[in-house]
């Protein structure tokens, strides 16, 4: 951490059940030079990687829909959420991550994929960088029925349907997840699909 205008006082670990959650005392220093002492949460929970998968010929894209407690708990009725496939990290490198992930998610091998861009979902508290990928599919890269792992308890549903059904959830709003929406509106605005 090397930026001048902002000292770290104290981090405590109020919880490591599931990932990581820090209460961090700073000071900050204020544009007018003088000092604040400030105390923040902040959620540590690894990086990770999300792909839209398209494909050009069928103008078709591979989504995911599974139960999200935390919208749940915020208003979502049923708490199942349309996403791209998307998981951590963990020791892997983001590509090699989301290579992984897409087979244990959909189903689908893949060998090529394009990193698009990188970013911060939830700045105010999360700690989490986002590494976001585009890769083209065909049914020949099909070698299971997805789902998840087992060990993971994961319960995922793969949804192939056409880029313009899934384009337009977002303006309709069953389109909710926002590394999903960043990454169909990147397919729009570069005429992947």
Known sequence: MKNPTIKI???????????????????YQKKDDSWIT????????GNGAAILLYNTQQKTVILTRQFRLPTYLNGNET?????VCAGLLDAD????????????ETGYRITKVKKVMETYM???AVTE????????????????DGGGVAHEEENIDVMEMSFD??????????MQDAKTIMLLQYAKIHNLV
């Open 122 to 124: 939830s700045p105010g």
């Open 9 to 27: 006082q104290k981090t405590e670990l109020l919880s490591d059940n599931w990932y990581i959650l820090n209460k961090v005392t700073f000071d």
């Open 93 to 104: 490198n983001p590509e090699q991550c989301i290579i992984r992930e897409t087979e244990e």
């Open 38 to 45: 400030q105390k923040r949460e902040v959620y540590d929970r």
């Open 165 to 174: 059904e899934a384009y337009s959830m977002i303006e309709s709003g069953k």
């Open 79 to 83: 708490g199942m959420m349309i996403e």
């Open 129 to 144: 960088i986002l590494y976001l990928f585009v890769g083209e599919y065909d049914e020949s890269m099909k070698v299971s």
